[in-house]
């Protein structure tokens, strides 16, 4: 249907009518074609820009990318580490990278394929084993133990171990939120689905109240507090950041998973 809307090359009002095209980004020497649908000027023919709709076109593209070259996936990397109970930065040190290249994968970025092929090689369990031989001094010794107890779980001969979400004392979490003037507490990702294991993060979605003005400092002691009530690592994200986050897919993804433990 079309609609009247501003066009800046006419510069009045015009007639915009959709479409829908298609169009080439070339990732890396590849020319990848991903479907679009736009929004045409019926006088001048220029496309309105939308900033969102070009950062979720670039995902696409990168998203084809990965499928014609047979690379994992954003959310495949973060399973992986954290199927091992691995923080960020004790994966990039078994895998001989830095955490940096670890974080930038899991958020979209697209890794090199050396890369990926490592990161392959360690989501086998008998894998991660030989790594945790060669390269586990680079471990704190808390971290080494979890990695390897996972590991033992993960191996083919282990005993299933059933899914273990966190136990969460709804008056222990209330007080908490208060304190911090939390309006809002949702989870998100994998602590919602039947693959959370004993080593994975509980992923915490926080919405302040309009009179909370905190530092980062601030949100690693609310981190630090759910963690000991979760008992085990959490990952905690301020929705009004998300909200504004340029990674589309991502935050459609947590904004419409996440599921409200806590509303004030």
Known sequence: MAAMKYCPCCEVEREFRPENRSETYDVRGLKVQVPVAVEVCAS????????ARDQALLIEAYAEYRRSKNLLFPHEIKETRERYALSQKSFAALLGMSEATIN??????????THDNAIRLAAAPEALRSLLERRG????????????????????????????????????????????????????????????APGSDVDALVRFGPDARWQFEDLDAMRRELEAQFGRPVDLVDRAVLEHSRNYLRRRAILDSARVIYAA
Do not use: K, M, N
């Open 137 to 196: 001094h680079l471990l704190s010794e808390w971290q080494r133990q979890r990695a390897g107890q996972a590991v033992q779980r993960a191996l083919p001969d282990a005993p299933s171990t059933p899914r273990s979400p966190p136990v969460i004392d709804p008056s222990r979490l209330g007080a908490f939120c208060r304190r911090w003037r939390i309006a809002e507490l949702a989870l998100f990702g994998s602590v919602l689905r039947d693959d959370f």
């Open 44 to 51: 001048c023919g220029e496309t309105l820009l939308d900033e």
């Open 104 to 113: 930038r994968y899991e958020q979209g970025g697209l890794q090199e394929e």
